[in-house]
T-cell receptor, first 111, second 116 residues
């Protein structure tokens, strides 16, 4: 049962433009959402998070938006840089403190 | 920042042998650790939740006798793949709650298991 879904397996964006990565979830009990960045053969690294009581959180070039009614969140990266090229995973946390991840979106930022 | 160390990073073993993977939180105490498995081009699949001093909680479909988890201290959790078979070949990643924040998982670098 895939509780978190990322329907776009890949995304290519020109350097300097905005990257928008999308994520949908089915579990209405998720109270916290996170985005992670992952390079091949490495563990994911934390990027940004948002509580379910908020609809936006911004940290530098990264902004996460949450639409609870649609069970949808998105990560905006602006401006995109070549170093942002990686696989991005979104995750939802349930009240039991378990984290469930989406299938990932591979972002390529073209110089 | 918080660091989770995972060892070994890569292990090759013969079918039928057992392999132990260690996960350590280096600069913080982790009462809860999580073990994930990632197949190529697929999501991180939660295998089990490891709680210090108690039995691990396994996700549906994960064989607890196959994947033994021990969390004997606040900084160490181990995953033992028993009687490994080629279909167990995968990328195993541990993570710990805390360190970078109470709500954030800090991941190890992962361990690639290849069973011949």
């Amino acid at each position: 049962d895939q509780q978190v879904k990322q329907n776009s397996p890949s995304l290519s964006v020109q350097e300097g433009r905005i990257s928008i990565l999308n994520c949908d979830y089915t579990n209405s009990m998720f109270d916290y959402f996170l985005w992670y960045k992952k390079y091949p053969a490495e563990g994911p690294t934390f990027l940004i998070s948002i509580s379910s009581i908020k609809d936006k959180n911004e940290d530098g070039r990264f902004t996460v938006f949450l639409n609870k009614s649609a069970k949808h969140l998105s990560l905006h990266i602006v401006p995109s840089q070549p170093g942002d090229s990686a696989v991005y995973f979104c995750a939802g946390r349930n009240t039991g403190n378990q984290f469930y991840f989406g299938t990932g979106t591979s972002l390529t930022v073209i110089p | 920042g918080a660091v989770v160390s995972q060892h070994p990073s890569w292990v090759i073993c013969k079918s039928g042998t057992s392999v132990k993977i260690e996960c350590r939180s280096l600069d913080f105490q982790a009462t809860t650790m999580f073990w994930y498995r990632q197949f190529p081009k697929q999501s991180l699949m939660l295998m089990a939740t490891s709680n210090e001093g108690s039995k691990a909680t396994y996700e549906q479909g994960v064989e607890k006798d196959k994947f033994l988890i021990n969390h004997a201290s606040l900084t160490l959790s181990t995953l033992t793949v028993t009687s490994a078979h080629p279909e167990d070949s995968s990328f195993y990643i541990c993570s710990a709650l805390g360190g970078s924040g109470a709500n954030v998982l800090t991941f190890g670098a992962g361990s690639r298991l290849t069973v011949l």
